[in-house]
């Protein structure tokens, strides 16, 4: 089965500064999708940048980036210039390819809360 | 306007009454889940459904019940609420190929047992 986990759960940063929040995982699986999502008070899950394990590239979203390493199974987010508007939890999550037995099914982290200072 | 909706969003009830939690999306979605949301263990699967009839167990489904008759609905059932089901309820869809793998949630669903 596969695992995620998230070592720190809470962060914080200055607004205008660089925060980067951890994300390791577990599988068995070569080929997969990975995301971080965002959650403010309003609980509404947002989003915010996907990985797909074949692509060596890291993706990035305006000011979101990840940091990529498929050998160590590390997935981390980057967030430049961070804003007051960024202040939520974040959960990293994985989600198998179409024929693997995780397929469909996203698998979460505990979640980071993210607090962003003025 | 593309979305999942779930009702009601917030609801406080006592142990043993049987409630549903319903879950709509109106975008032609194959694949539909839930999820509870606990402090500190992030978000769980209770049950998913890769398309109409077909439904299968997630990592927590103890007390829970999933239909899948239309293609657009997917209720959640607790046939018997306990106190250990206290949690936030989510509702997600997204389609069944290999280009896209995001996927729509709903607003929640705040669940109360006493």
């Known amino acids: 089965a596969q695992t995620v986990t998230q070592s720190q759960p809470e962060m914080s940063v200055q607004e205008a500064e660089t925060v980067t929040l951890s994300c390791t995982y577990d599988t068995s699986e070569s080929d997969y999708y990975l995301f971080w999502y965002k959650q403010p008070p309003s609980r509404q899950m947002i989003l915010v940048i996907r990985q797909e394990a074949y692509k060596q590239q890291n993706a990035t979203e305006n000011r979101f980036s990840v940091n990529f390493q498929k050998a160590a199974k590390s997935f981390s987010l980057k967030i430049s210039d961070s804003q007051l508007g960024d202040a939520a939890m974040y959960f990293c999550?994985?989600?198998?390819?179409?024929?693997?037995?995780?397929?469909?099914?996203?698998?979460f982290g505990q979640g980071t809360i993210l607090t962003v200072h003025p | 306007e593309a979305q999942v909706t779930q009702n009601p969003r917030y609801l406080i009830t006592v142990t043993g009454k049987k409630l549903t939690v319903t879950c709509s999306q109106n975008?032609?979605?194959?694949?539909m889940s839930w999820y509870r949301q606990d402090p500190g263990l992030g978000l769980r699967q209770i049950y998913y459904?890769?398309?109409?009839?077909?439904?299968d167990k997630g990592d927590v489904p103890e007390g829970y019940k999933v239909s899948r008759k239309e293609k657009r609905n997917f209720p959640l059932i607790l046939e018997s609420p306990s106190p250990n089901q206290t949690s936030l309820y989510f509702c997600?869809?997204?389609?069944?190929?290999?280009?896209?793998?995001?996927?729509?949630f709903g607003p929640g669903t705040r669940l109360t047992v006493t």
């Open positions: 975008m032609n979605h194959e694949y």
């Open positions: 999550a994985y989600r198998g390819n179409a024929g693997g037995t995780s397929y469909g099914k996203l698998t």
């Open positions: 997600a869809s997204s389609p069944f190929d290999s280009l896209s793998y995001e996927q729509y």
């Open positions: 459904s890769m398309n109409v009839e077909v439904t």
